[in-house]
């Protein structure tokens, strides 16, 4: 069999819709299934801002070492820690790119979207040759959307209407629209391609993204059924039934490396989501080991 028809024999039972993004950069071997189609990127829209992030920083108008204080307007729901610490914790910049990683902190995000800015992330992107890759919305207007509202600045009473988690189907949120924070598989293996194999910026600056990915704390997606010398730099991303994993997995025996992302859609439930992502990135692996 095929790599692709491997993979097409995981997802083929599944109740989500899913696009995949497979390459070995020693072989140049890929495989794609709805590799150029538009998915919500959820939390993986991470990627493209860190990548925008260290490109500013390299370009000397931010610097990591910057303190950052939070306060209780910077507040945003869903992932993260910071909104558990006391207002007025000072934070750096590159602390906040840590956390925005590997604990997926939207807080964190937020603070370097406004560093960075929205539609410069989308402008760099197009820079890389991403022609697909669409960064429209922060976390908290992209969690006000998902849940009927108007994005509109923080308050208590906003606050509250999100964090009740009441989806709403029909938001663009949960479209496939250029005017959402939409990605293809294609376009998201490239941004890992690009900077596992230290072709943007700088190799200062890939090796710092690197060592944030290397240290991803939620490794219930494409981790979860390799073995544990398979050493994996990736980002995941939720939204409602929206299940993503975005990463760069290392083989043993000298066998090389390969990028796969993998986007999701109608899941119903979080766990059949994690596992069919688990699945299609052992199946890649097994498949490139054995080759």
């Known amino acids: 069999m095929s790599l692709k028809q491997k993979l097409e024999s995981v997802i083929q039972g599944a109740s989500g819709t899913f696009g995949v993004a497979v390459k070995h950069l020693q072989t140049n071997e890929t495989?794609?299934?709805n590799g150029e189609r538009l998915f919500q990127l959820a939390s993986t829209f991470k990627i493209p801002i860190l990548a925008t992030l260290y490109r500013d920083v390299?370009?000397?108008?931010?610097?990591l070492t910057q303190r950052i204080k939070?306060?209780?307007?910077?507040?945003v729901p869903g992932s993260g820690v910071i909104q558990q610490l006391d207002s007025g914790v000072e934070v750096t910049v590159k602390d906040l790119a840590m956390l925005m990683i590997i604990v997926s902190d939207n807080l964190a995000t937020d603070r370097i979207l406004k560093l960075v800015g929205t539609d410069e992330t989308t402008s760099y992107m197009r820079e890389l040759g991403l022609e697909k890759t669409y960064i429209r919305h922060s976390c908290w207007d992209l969690l006000s959307l998902s849940v009927g509202l108007k994005p509109e600045p923080y308050s208590q009473e906003a606050l509250k209407r999100i964090t009740a988690w009441k989806f709403d189907p029909?938001?663009?949120?949960f479209q496939s629209d250029p005017e959402n924070n939409v990605g293809t598989p294609h376009d998201m293996a490239k941004l890992a391609e690009l900077i596992a194999t230290r072709k943007i910026i700088s190799e200062d600056a890939c090796e710092g993204m690197m060592e944030i990915l290397f240290r991803q704390q939620f490794n219930s997606r494409?981790?979860?059924?390799?073995p544990p010398e398979a050493k994996v730099a990736h980002k995941t991303g939720t939204l409602a039934s929206v299940v993503?994993?975005?990463?760069?997995?290392?083989?043993?025996?000298?066998k090389g490396m390969f990028t796969i992302a993998?986007?999701?859609?109608?899941?119903?439930?979080l766990e059949e989501g994690e596992r069919t992502i688990g699945r299609l990135a052992r199946v890649a692996y097994d498949h490139f080991l054995n080759s």
Request: no cysteine; net charge negative.
């Open 262 to 269: 993998v986007l999701s859609e109608g899941n119903l439930t």
């Open 222 to 226: 494409l981790p979860y059924y390799l």
């Open 31 to 33: 495989a794609t299934i």
């Open 244 to 254: 993503n994993d975005v990463g760069i997995i290392y083989l043993p025996y000298h």
């Open 58 to 63: 390299q370009e000397g108008k931010i610097s």
């Open 70 to 75: 939070i306060t209780e307007e910077d507040l």
């Open 170 to 173: 029909n938001s663009i949120a």
